[in-house]
């Protein structure tokens, strides 16, 4: 298991791989999949539109770019000047934006996450494991990593990645501060939101101790739901 740090927003992202788990059938990923069920509490609506969000950029790779081509302006150096928002203060300043638009235009679209109610709820706890004492791991206080958590509520398959990213911020600041991967040299978190071997994905927010916000991202090649 890797794990990284990177200053932008501060964002935390893990890539893990195991063997196959076999014995199941898999559902059909229908369209009604494809997005989680309407709810009106504001951390389960962050994490819905994170998850619609990162299927827009999963379908069009190309089209998204232009929401970091508009980041290019405000950059002075290292100092990124944000619209009604304090500046924030990056390790590689604008070359990682451009660097992010070359890849997206170059990339092919993959297909949509299927939604999973039992990564998702795998995510929500970690979130409340982490959210209260301030923590910034992988690994929580019960020692689970994020294959046990996905293990208690279904069965992964061939494969398994965990994104966080921490601060105040809305879903589409979520998704482009992890497709920057700014002072990550890796680009680990940028890799798990565009992999087409992910076939399904579940995302849950809440309050954190340090940051105010926490939304953990869980990704899975195919996930049984129990």
């Excluded at 990213?165 to 002072?183: C, F, K, M, P, T």
């Excluded at 076939?199 to 129990?226: I, N």
Aim: hydrophobic content about 40%; charged content about 25%; aromatic content about 4%.
């Amino acid at each position: 298991m890797a794990c990284s740090v990177g200053p932008l927003g501060m964002v935390v992202a893990c890539l893990m791989a195991a063997g196959t788990v076999g014995g199941a059938a898999i559902p059909p990923e229908v369209a009604s999949h494809l997005v989680p069920a309407p709810d009106t509490t504001v951390w389960v609506r962050l994490a819905r539109d994170i998850h619609a969000e990162t299927n827009a950029l999963r379908r069009d790779p190309a089209a998204y770019a232009r929401h970091l081509e508009r980041m290019l302006p405000g950059f002075d150096g290292t100092l990124l000047e944000r619209r009604g928002r304090p500046s924030l203060r990056t390790d590689e300043g604008a070359t990682a934006v451009a660097e992010a638009i070359a890849e997206l235009q170059a990339r092919r679209p993959v297909g949509p996450l299927r939604w999973s109610k039992g990564l998702t709820a795998a995510a929500g706890d970690h979130v409340r494991d982490q959210g209260p004492v301030g923590g910034l791991e992988h690994t929580g206080t019960d020692r689970s990593d994020p294959a046990r958590r996905a293990s208690r509520y279904g069965r992964w398959v061939q494969g398994i990645a965990e994104n966080i990213a921490y601060g105040e911020n809305s879903a589409r600041e979520v998704v482009i501060q992890l497709l920057v991967d700014d002072g990550v040299p890796g680009r680990g978190h940028r890799d798990n939101m565009l992999s087409p071997n992910w076939g399904a994905g579940g995302v849950a927010c809440g309050p954190h101790l340090r940051y105010r916000q926490m939304c953990v991202m869980d990704y899975a090649v195919r996930y049984v739901e129990r």
